[in-house]
């Protein structure tokens, strides 16, 4: 009698009997919520009121009265493999602090309150879509919209929000997901109108490159282990003509720098001893925090360096992502004093932590690669997207993240895709990755992906690029680059995790047109 859903929907939720263990976003530290609070169970029902209908008779409703959620419906519906579709419903939402209906409900809500920053934070809209589908809201194969939140319209009126996608299989599955960060008195979810539809693709339209049909990798050949390594991180490499250039971190007198090493052969490295770039000065949001850098040349010779970057004392949720310009990559200039990236909204999957920046450059277009933490219902974290023209400026990719762990076909990935490492041979898009098992074993193990857009990826292999023999528990922190004649792979990475040293396995790689 609490979960009363439209004829055809299901719903869904962040808590028992789905899932007991969800517990709220935003907790503990500087962000309001205490430390182990539980989302619950919403009340679904109908609605007649005017104005919580935005056309005919009702709507459909669900309510978190002085709890946190995550909840929504979902419904699997017919479609045509490769065919393009749109869904999109009519959403509202409504937000108080006090219990304005105590007395009486009125035909019409009064305005949610939304007096502060953190006030209008509470709301974020999410479609999310299984092309394939399944009915799993989380489950890896699912494609989710970018964050809807307070600057959409989504309060107090009636507002549309869309997502489009290419179905690959007879049925699809979309799911309208509202995500409450704060437990006020009403947290209340309005949405009707829903639609779907699917339309052949344009006949113009090429059909999308299948990769691995025209690409071959491998096999691996271990060319140098534990090699020593200046650097806490590997960082990145990058070729300036016939010399290989590593930026990498190192603590130096208590303080991260920026450092760099050359090489001829990618075995035999100099390092520079000279400074290039420090942490941020005490009180700015990079002072507590200088890693992962990710370095790019563009065509006019200018550097540029991106890096993640967290104030002294700072959270999980306040990592961000620099950005510095060089012109000779030696002599460094921060090009903001902010970060160009920050955490995503309550819900998204990059809501926590992000790190592991990586951006490369294709036709004009700078494309930032990092990994992100969602929370609920479980920690997963994966591999999403931005793209930009300044190296300032960033969009979200369509349907981030772009990678997700996939223990169903590649069990080494657990619910853990981080550390991206990507290059571009003759415009397939190749990315190593990190897979952690986590609870299931603790292991961090490679993977190698390919693409024909960056944004969509075929596993090479569903097994781990090497295996972890007795005398290593990890391979970890990737970083791939293509030899000068893009006829060799080159994969450095650690086996310990924990910095310090180097290894080195090649393969060679073939493209077929």
Known sequence: ??????????????????????????????????????????????????????????????????????????????????????????????????????????AVLPPSQLNTPD????????????????????????????????????????????????????????????????????????????????????????????????????????????????????????????????????????????????????LNWNFNEKDLLTAGEPGSWDAGMFAQPSVVRDPSGEFHLWYMGMPVDGDFYSRGVGYATSPDGINWTKASADPVLTSGAPGAWNEERIDSVDVILVDGVYTLYLTGSQLQPMLIRQIGCFQGTDGLTWTPCPFNPVFSPRPDLAPFEGLETELPSLIVVNGIYLMAYTGYLGDQGAAWEMGIAASPDGTHWSRLTTDPILPLGPDADATTDPVLVLSPDGSTLYLYYTESGSGGEFSLVTAPITYTP
């Open 1 to 106: 009698d609490t979960i009363q859903v439209v004829q055809g929907w299901e719903p869904f939720f962040c808590g028992p009997p789905f899932d007991g263990g969800c517990r709220a976003s935003r907790a503990g530290g500087d962000h309001g919520n205490p430390q182990g609070l539980k989302m619950g169970q919403p009340y679904y029902s109908p609605v007649a009121a005017p104005d919580r209908v935005f056309s005919g008779a009702s709507a459909q409703s669900w309510s978190c009265p002085f709890i946190t959620c995550r909840a929504g419906v979902y419904q699997r519906f017919e479609t045509t493999p490769g065919y393009q579709c749109e869904v999109g419903v009519m959403v509202r939402s409504w937000s108080t602090h006090d219990n304005p209906l105590a007395q009486a409900t009125p």
């Open 119 to 266: 006030d209008r934070e509470n709301v974020t809209w999410y479609i999310r879509v299984d092309p394939q589908g399944g009915t799993a809201p989380w489950a890896g194969s699912v494609r989710v919209s970018p964050s809807i939140g307070y600057s959409a319209g989504i309060y107090d009126q009636f507002t549309r929000i869309s997502q489009t996608f290419i179905a690959e299989r007879r049925h699809a599955t979309v799911f309208f997901e509202n995500v409450r960060l704060w437990p006020l008195a009403h947290n209340d979810s309005f949405i009707d109108d829903a639609y779907a539809y699917c339309t052949p693709p344009p006949a113009t339209e090429a059909a999308q490159p299948n990769v691995l049909a025209h690409l071959q990798v491998g096999p691996w050949t271990i060319q140098t282990r534990h090699d020593p390594w200046p650097g806490r991180e590997l960082g990145d490499f990058l070729w300036v003509g016939d010399e290989l250039w590593a930026y990498y971190i190192e603590s130096r007198n208590d303080e991260s720098v920026l450092r760099r090493a050359t090489s001829k052969d990618g």
